[in-house]
């Protein structure tokens, strides 16, 4: 190889170069820039979207209220007004024990008396008449209240025994209250789940012999307002407890409430020769 001349290593075709922007037809280059704006455009809303739910979620979440309400009770009755409080009734009786029976059944239903007449039949009653506790001097004997009975659901409390008295145990103090938190739980059930309900009235047993007049508690939806707002579990433990074993933070809430509404039951009739419900405080 005479000097001077390089000499090529390998003897080879010179590479060429990659293709480029220049030899793309211009449709093509069009086509790739839309899709590349496409995906501008997808992938920026993706991150908006993202961004506005990352948002919300944080507004939520520092609001008080974010958290859904519990449920007030772990059972509610279902159907018509009617068939609730069958079940409310029959629900709730079965909850209340002693030595492991039933204590009572509990009838439920609008307001009626028995026609002493040959027939025998339940007569609605017109009206609640509430008489007033005069004992603290705040009330006067005329001050009664009228309640209208046909926005009023009754519960009939009965025993085994004669009359519908408690055959077993004896009728002592713990007993009666037992029988008032069985009416309060009564009363809860039917103002949270029944329609069209502003009192509830719970018969009580007599006690044996029948010598004393039976006794009630009455209630109005506005007597247990801030209870109904709540879970029933925070007004009564879930678990119904027996006779004489009510916890103290629990027998407090169930004696406000209910004994100052406890009452003597009595009937008249009005001038049309309609029944009235008369209820008077317990001395």
């Not at 629900?91 to 307001?111: C, E, I, M, N, T």
């Not at 009235?201 to 209630?219: E, S, Y």
Request: glycine residues 8%; hydrophobic residues 35%.
């Amino acid at each position: 190889m005479s000097e001077g001349v390089e000499r090529r290593l390998i003897d080879a075709e010179p590479a060429k170069p990659v293709e480029g922007s220049a030899d793309v037809p211009r449709s093509e280059r069009a086509r790739r820039a839309g899709y590349r704006r496409r995906f501008a455009v997808i992938y920026g809303s993706l991150a908006l979207i993202g961004g506005i739910a990352i948002g919300a979620l944080l507004v939520l979440v520092s609001r008080p209220d974010a958290v859904p309400n519990p449920a007030w009770s772990s059972w509610e009755p279902t159907g018509s007004s009617n068939a609730q409080v069958l079940q409310i009734a029959d629900h709730v009786a079965k909850q209340y024990k002693f030595q492991g029976d039933q204590l009572v059944v509990a009838l439920g239903g609008r307001p009626t008396i028995t026609d002493a007449g040959n027939t025998n039949a339940e007569v609605p009653i017109r009206a609640i008449a509430v008489r007033p506790d005069t004992s603290t001097g705040q009330a006067e004997e005329d001050d009664i209240e009228l309640v209208d009975a046909s926005q009023s659901i009754e519960y009939v409390l009965c025993g085994l025994g004669d009359g519908c008295s408690i055959s077993q145990g004896a009728p002592t103090e713990e007993r009666g209250t037992f029988l008032r938190r069985q009416s309060l739980e009564l009363a809860l059930y039917t103002f949270k789940y029944v329609d069209g309900v502003d009192s509830v009235t719970v018969i009580l047993p007599p006690l044996p012999g029948g010598q004393t007049p039976p006794t009630a508690v009455f209630l109005k939806r506005g007597d247990v307002k801030s209870e109904l707002s709540k879970p029933l579990s925070q007004t009564l433990a879930p678990i119904t407890p027996t006779i004489g074993t009510i916890k103290a933070t629990e027998l407090q809430t169930l004696n406000r409430i209910t004994r100052p509404r406890l009452y003597q039951v009595g009937y008249t009739q009005a001038q049309d020769a309609s029944p009235v419900l008369i209820l008077s405080p317990v001395p």
